[in-house]
């Protein structure tokens, strides 16, 4: 018979690489958190002593048909909170048509401290004739935005993208 395909010292080996491995990954969202600021769920921590308006708005390029609308046109948000607002879009005609949204912040400095997670903006939507959908963002006002900016707007503008 011949050696063993796996000695002593070569088991101790991978032994302790699983170990190691295991030590490492579990240490891993404590790194994360200290790194980004984010607690050990992954989800920023609020700065509940302070709050920022956010306005949204709606409209439609040239010759788009659509209905397009934020549910509300407002909400107040703690900075470093994960917030949701969603966005109504009907398609009135008689044929499928395809839209892409474009967002815009202001005031224009603000946006490097607003980030959305989640968006409806970041693929085109499809509707149908006479469909309506629900279209959700997510976003972060960031901590470090500063102070002096209290009131932000989120706006959104809808341009029809179908190809006939």
């Not at 000695?7 to 958190?33: D, N, W």
């Not at 966005?87 to 224009?108: L, V």
């Amino acid at each position: 018979m011949g050696q063993p395909l796996l000695s002593k010292p070569l088991v101790l080996r991978l032994t302790c690489l699983v170990v190691m491995m295991l030590i490492c990954g579990s240490a891993l969202p404590s790194l994360y958190g200290l790194l980004t600021g984010h607690d050990n769920n992954g989800m920023p921590g609020q700065d509940a002593s302070r709050q920022v308006e956010v306005q949204f708005t709606a409209g439609n390029a040239a010759g788009m048909t659509w209905a397009f609308y934020p549910q509300s046109r407002q909400m107040q948000v703690h900075p470093g909170a994960v917030n949701e607002m969603i966005f109504i879009a009907q398609n009135p005609t008689d044929r499928p048509m395809k839209a892409q949204a474009i967002p815009g912040i202001s005031p224009g400095k603000a946006a490097t401290w607003f980030h959305k997670t989640e968006c409806f903006c970041f693929t085109q939507q499809t509707l149908q004739p006479g469909e309506r959908i629900e279209m959700p963002v997510r976003f972060i006002v960031d901590r470090d935005m500063p102070d002096d900016v209290k009131r932000l707007t989120l706006a959104y503008t809808l341009f029809d993208v179908t190809t006939h």
